[in-house]
């Protein structure tokens, strides 16, 4: 099963709260978890990524808590600001090098 | 240092018309992937290219769509006869030389297809 599910499709934070977007997946041949950010008409940029020997990866603001057992991760955003306002996808690869991404998740940051 | 560079940005085409999209990778990558993101959806993954070289293609349409990366040039992917339905965006990335299971992939702008 290649799937990545993401959840909420959309979420609504106040300025200075935690964003929490969640991904699961089902392929154990899945070796590398990135997270793109989004603005609209542009590309998907990276914004993290974690590989399983490590359960948490945190780069600034932005952390990925990774849980290899339950075959889950996520992204947490912390002092949301409304310029982190986007689409954010998370995706999974491995070993043919093609990524497969969740549905995404509109995240709007409010004053 | 030129990110991964697209064009055109913006094509419209007519039904049975025939759309080629181009990517230039970065500076220093030789592979490349075509993915296709419909309105609200995530993205699909298309096709795999090295140079001279189609690695993956799974996710490919079996007619009408291919793909190539010349050994000089950008990477072309070509939709012949299009179909309303193919309107997407859709995104290049590309990645450097394997030196992992999988290489963190850096995407362009993307180029936005419309079928009239």
């Known amino acids: 099963q290649q799937q990545v599910k993401q959840s909420p499709q959309s979420l609504i934070v106040q300025k200075g709260g935690i964003s929490i977007i969640n991904c699961a997946y089902e392929n154990t041949a899945f070796d590398y978890f990135p997270w793109y950010q989004q603005f609209p008409g542009k590309g998907p940029a990276l914004l993290i990524a974690i590989r399983p020997d490590v359960s948490e990866k945190k780069e600034g603001r932005f952390t990925i808590s990774f849980n290899k057992s339950a075959k889950q991760f996520s992204l947490h955003i912390m002092d949301s600001q409304p310029g982190d306002s986007a689409t954010y996808f998370c995706?999974?690869?491995?070993?043919?090098?093609?990524?497969?991404f969740g549905t995404g998740t509109q995240l709007k940051v409010e004053l | 240092n030129a990110g991964v560079m697209q064009n055109p940005r913006h094509l419209v085409r007519r039904r049975g018309q025939e759309a080629r999209l181009r990517c230039s990778p970065m500076k220093g990558h030789s592979h490349v992937y075509w993915y296709r993101q419909l309105p609200e959806e995530g993205l699909k993954f298309m096709v795999y290219l090295q140079k001279e070289n189609i690695i993956d293609e799974s996710g490919m349409p079996k007619e009408r769509f291919s793909a190539e990366f010349p050994k000089e040039g950008p990477s072309i992917l070509r939709i012949q006869q299009v179909v309303r339905g193919d309107s997407a965006a859709y995104f290049c990335?590309?990645?450097?030389?394997?030196?992992?299971?999988?290489?963190?992939?850096?995407f362009g702008p993307g180029t936005r297809l419309t079928v009239l």
């Open positions: 995706a999974a690869g491995g070993g043919g090098n093609k990524l497969t």
């Open positions: 990335a590309s990645s450097p030389l394997r030196q992992a299971s999988t290489d963190t992939q850096y």
